[in-house]
């Protein structure tokens, strides 16, 4: 009889120690499981939140966009001078070459104090809170070129004198080069036209064929 409840007692005994290891090897097992998806987070985290996006998205584009010429001014004693000096090579972005395409489209056969002064008016206009706030908006806002046609600017010979004095006009009108006749005007006109607004705005300037207004 006591062999039996010795052997009963052993039973229990292993079967005890059975559990235990069994609830032992559980929790190792869990705690690697939770080591392994505490790695896992970290890793995630690092390739979900790299550092070079909030680089990215602390970058002052425009302005950088916007950068057109990065030399000295070149030294004139007249418009004619300093856009002749110009350089002609070089890539323009977006923003600049639709102020060259003003300058080009509406003004090409103009004096360049009349091309500089095109080319100020969309500059002021794009300082202004009354119009877009960029070069392209402004160039291409709803009935205000005529050039623009369906949203597009019509194809620029750009292996033309005019374009490149217009590239010249644009870069000289954006860096503040040389002072325009223009000053703070937002609006022009052809001569050949009276539009009814001009009545009620400030006369700055007539330059050949454009009257230009505050």
Same mark, same amino acid.
């Given at each position: 009889?006591?062999?039996?409840?010795?052997?009963?007692?052993?039973?229990?005994?292993?079967?005890?120690?059975?559990?235990?290891?069994?609830?032992?090897?559980?929790?190792? %097992? $869990?705690?690697? /499981? !939770?080591? =392994?998806?505490?790695? *896992?987070?970290?890793? #995630?985290?690092?390739? @979900?939140?790299?550092?070079?996006?909030?680089?990215?998205?602390?970058?002052?584009?425009?302005?950088?966009?916007?950068?057109?010429?990065?030399?000295?001014?070149?030294?004139?004693?007249?418009?004619?001078?300093?856009? %002749? $000096?110009?350089? /002609? !090579?070089? =890539?323009?972005?977006? *923003?600049?070459?639709? #102020?060259?395409?003003? @300058?080009?489209?509406?003004?090409?056969?103009?004096?360049?104090?009349?091309?500089?002064?095109?080319?100020?008016?969309?500059?002021?206009?794009?300082?202004?809170?009354?119009?877009?706030?960029?070069?392209?908006?402004?160039?291409?806002?709803? /009935?205000?070129?005529?050039?623009?046609?369906?949203?597009?600017?019509?194809?620029?010979?750009?292996?033309?004198?005019?374009?490149?004095?217009?590239?010249?006009?644009?870069?000289?009108?954006?860096?503040?080069?040389?002072?325009?006749?223009?000053?703070?005007?937002?609006?022009?006109?052809?001569?050949?036209?009276?539009?009814?607004? /001009?009545?009620?705005?400030?006369?700055?300037?007539?330059?050949?064929?454009?009257?230009?207004?505050?």
């Amino acid at each position: 009889m006591r062999k039996s409840i010795f052997g009963l007692a052993a039973g229990a005994a292993a079967t005890i120690a059975t559990f235990a290891g069994a609830e032992e090897t559980g929790a190792q %097992a $869990a705690q690697a /499981a !939770a080591e =392994e998806t505490t790695a *896992e987070e970290a890793v #995630l985290t690092e390739e @979900v939140v790299p550092v070079f996006v909030s680089e990215e998205v602390v970058q002052e584009l425009p302005e950088e966009a916007a950068t057109e010429f990065s030399g000295n001014v070149p030294e004139a004693n007249s418009l004619r001078e300093l856009v %002749a $000096a110009m350089p /002609a !090579a070089g =890539e323009l972005s977006d *923003e600049m070459r639709c #102020l060259a395409g003003a @300058v080009y489209f509406e003004s090409r056969g103009e004096p360049l104090h009349g091309q500089l002064a095109v080319a100020q008016v969309v500059i002021n206009r794009a300082e202004s809170s009354r119009f877009p706030s960029s070069y392209c908006g402004v160039v291409y806002q709803r /009935a205000q070129f005529s050039f623009v046609r369906g949203g597009t600017m019509p194809r620029i010979q750009t292996g033309t004198a005019a374009w490149t004095r217009a590239k010249a006009i644009a870069r000289i009108a954006h860096q503040g080069m040389w002072d325009s006749e223009a000053e703070d005007s937002l609006y022009f006109h052809a001569t050949y036209v009276k539009p009814s607004w /001009a009545s009620k705005k400030t006369r700055r300037a007539a330059i050949k064929t454009h009257i230009f207004y505050r």
